[in-house]
């Protein structure tokens, strides 16, 4: 701009090519008319926006194609770029329109935000809406919003009621006006939510019946004692009584926790501890029989453990079955 001049051409483009490089040739290459492009997006992503995506809908696809440099001789004025083509599972195929049903006349589907909860990228509206993001970690993050249904239009809203929001219309063309969780962490995979244990998570079962996540949990603490057989090749431990100035080795102190998995806090009065020398090796929730329900089946909490002692002492386990009860809680702690 602003003389228009061509600095990058590139043919058959709707065919989604892995790679996309520059044709400085004048001649014209038709396309296959069977294919419609109907939008296109160039967009800076990432830290400081200086990752250059383009992004393009072509018929019911969804194309992504990230932008680096190609050291190639060209001719002058022409930009040394070539795009890489970005692999998602993103889906945007939609159901054709029934005979009494409106076709969606919205052109534009590919919507730019910017600080809606601190993040920045694209939201793809439709019939399955996703947001797109990139952080400074420099991957895109794919999430689906199917909470309210096809978006028909998006938009980011910053108000003092609303800060850093944004508001939407659903396909009953109401409009929504929300936030995103900020305790949440999107640059994942999946949304991620850290949860402090202040120990070191082994196992990890959840118990539908209760609501309840079970986890296994190590901590590292001073051995004081020492088994021994004695002369009847019984087990024994010894108490090892040192001076302050003596450094005790450590081992793992293992012990089960209840956590809730409406707010994620640790259930009240829900641990327990295991001796000292006693490890898990596994976490089930399994369904065995009882007489408590109609379907002679209930969930438990199964663990398995074995004892790690010195090579003299034969190691031993054994399977602890829990049972996950409701009480009435206390006042003003509903998780007791």
């Not at 936030?179 to 991620?192: A, C, F, G, I, K």
């Amino acid at each position: 701009l602003p003389d228009f001049k061509q600095t990058i051409k590139i043919d058959k483009f709707v065919y989604g090519d892995h790679v996309l490089e520059d044709s400085p040739s004048d001649e014209y290459c038709a396309s296959d008319d069977r294919m419609t492009l109907h939008e296109i997006l160039l967009i800076g992503m990432g830290l400081e926006k200086k990752r250059p995506h383009l992004m393009a809908r072509v018929d019911q696809d969804l194309l992504i194609y990230e932008a680096f440099p190609c050291p190639k001789t060209l001719p002058l004025g022409r930009l040394k770029i070539k795009f890489r083509k970005v692999h998602h599972e993103l889906l945007q195929r939609e159901k054709p329109p029934g005979p009494q049903e409106k076709a969606q006349t919205t052109s534009s589907k590919l919507r730019i935000f910017d600080n809606v909860s601190g993040y920045s990228g694209v939201f793809v509206c439709g019939a399955f809406p996703h947001w797109i993001f990139m952080t400074h970690r420099g991957a895109l993050r794919f999430h689906p919003m199917s909470i309210d249904g096809p978006i028909v239009s998006f938009a980011p809203f910053d108000n003092v009621n609303c800060p850093e929001g944004f508001l939407y219309f659903n396909q009953a063309e109401d409009l929504r006006i929300c936030v995103l969780p900020t305790h949440l962490s999107y640059d994942s995979p999946w949304p991620l939510r850290k949860v402090l244990l202040r120990s070191s998570p082994r196992f990890i079962s959840y118990h539908p019946e209760s609501l309840t996540y079970a986890v296994i949990t190590s901590k590292e603490v001073e051995n004081r004692t020492m088994p021994r057989l004695n002369n009847d090749d019984v087990e024994e431990i010894e108490y090892m009584e040192r001076d302050d100035r003596f450094l005790f080795s450590t081992v793992d102190k293992f012990a089960l926790q209840l956590y809730s998995s409406l707010n994620w806090e640790a259930v009240p009065n829900a641990q327990f501890e295991l001796d000292d020398s006693e490890h898990v090796t596994s976490l089930k929730t399994l369904r065995l029989h009882s007489e408590e329900t109609v379907s002679g089946r209930k969930g438990f909490l199964v663990v398995a453990t074995t004892s790690i002692f010195g090579e003299e002492v034969t190691s031993r386990g054994r399977i602890l079955i829990f049972d996950v009860i409701e009480v009435v809680p206390e006042p003003g702690k509903p998780l007791t």
